[in-house]
């Protein structure tokens, strides 16, 4: 079973707009990590946010927001305010458990941003 | 800089040789991995070394063979390539004792290509 679920293989976002890039999780471990990765397409992957599964907030990191429904196992990226530069391959990541040291991907979802 | 880094950033090979892929960290981790990210760009774990010591070996031909001389390095050496190598290998690195805000740090990746 995919333990990480990116439903959206491309995205399309008017510049200046909001986006949310949906991400789902599957584990049985009360202790996670998750991850977002932004790759553009130079091709090197950059880590944007991280949220735990035992903080109570939403992980933000300038425009970027992780919008976190642990009951719903589920951990969106929301980008504000697109920027051109924000068109890009993004991942989604987990690190599930203590003693766990594998992180598992998503198959990524493209996002264009459009002038 | 503190940074993955690895060599070479491409590497252009016929079927048959034996290649291999460097890759130094600086930012004092004690994890570090191999990933291989496909056409597709779905990345996927090879190995994984925890202090010099190999924690994560998945299903990966024998053609593959990671070495850890320290805790900064692992290298990746690979036999008899095939066509179906030909992929961008990434080697990242992480605190592996926590998961807590311990991301992969990830280094630029090699484009190896297989004719």
């Known amino acids: 079973a995919q333990k990480i679920t990116q439903t959206q293989p491309g995205m399309f976002v008017q510049e200046k707009e909001a986006v949310t890039l949906d991400c789902t999780y599957d584990t049985s471990d009360q202790s996670y990590g998750l991850f977002w990765y932004k790759q553009p397409s130079s091709g090197e992957m950059i880590f944007l946010i991280y949220q735990g599964s035992y903080d109570e907030q939403n992980a933000t990191e300038g425009r970027y927001s992780l919008n976190f429904q642990k009951a719903r196992k589920s951990a969106n990226l929301v980008i504000s305010a697109s920027q051109l530069g924000d068109s890009a391959m993004y991942f989604c990541a987990m690190r599930e458990g203590l003693g766990t040291y594998k992180y598992i991907f998503g198959t990524g979802t493209r996002l264009k941003v459009l002038a | 800089d503190t940074a993955v880094s690895q060599t070479p950033k491409y590497l252009v090979t016929q079927m048959g040789n034996d290649k291999s892929i460097k890759c130094e960290q600086n930012?004092?981790?004690?994890?570090m991995y191999w990933y291989k990210q496909d056409s597709k760009k779905f990345l996927k774990i090879m190995f994984s070394y925890n202090n010099k010591e190999l924690i994560i070996n998945e299903t990966v031909p024998n053609r593959f063979s990671p070495k850890s001389p320290d805790k900064a390095h692992l290298n990746l050496h690979i036999n008899s390539l095939e066509l179906g190598d030909s992929a961008v290998y990434f080697c990242?690195?992480?605190?592996?004792?926590?998961?807590?805000?311990?991301?992969?740090?990830f280094g630029n990746g090699t484009r190896l290509t297989v004719t």
């Open positions: 990242a690195s992480s605190r592996g004792q926590s998961i807590y805000n311990s991301p992969l740090h």
């Open positions: 930012l004092g981790h004690d994890t």
